[in-house]
């Protein structure tokens, strides 16, 4: 059984940073590709940012891109969130997200993946 266990948020000021990590229990992380959504009330959970199973292909939301990096630790089994220059806009529950693909893919959506994290809330302040 895979589990994901999200950590790291917290709260931060306007252009300040936050490092979110997901730890993966179960399974062979390797063969996962890995995702981070994000959730505010009333509103849909949105894609934020994807990572392939080798690491080394990733998309981005715009509203995220040159400010969020995603990345991921296969020896550690950990999947990372670098949130640079955050915004009030930022404010969310961040989910992580995993779904089996050996093959390279990156995936964007949010039904592409059927295992989630409980969440770590990201507040940043004006």
């Known amino acids: 059984q895979v589990q994901l266990v999200e950590s790291g948020g917290g709260l931060v000021q306007a252009g300040g940073s936050l490092r979110l990590s997901c730890a993966v229990s179960?399974?062979?992380?390797?063969?996962?590709?890995m995702a981070w959504f994000r959730q505010t009330p009333g509103k849909e959970r949105e894609f934020v940012a994807a990572i392939n199973n080798s690491g080394g292909r990733t998309s981005y939301a715009d509203s995220v891109k040159g400010r969020f990096t995603i990345s991921r630790n296969n020896a550690e089994r950990t999947a990372v969130l670098q949130m640079n220059n955050l915004k009030p806009e930022d404010t969310a529950v961040y989910y992580c997200?995993?779904?089996?693909?050996?093959?390279?893919?990156?995936?964007?959506?949010?039904?592409?993946?059927?295992?989630w994290g409980q969440g770590t809330q990201v507040t940043v302040s004006s």
């Open positions: 179960g399974g062979t992380f390797g063969a996962y590709a």
């Open positions: 997200a995993a779904r089996p693909d050996s093959y390279g893919n990156v995936w964007l959506a949010r039904s592409d993946y059927g295992r």
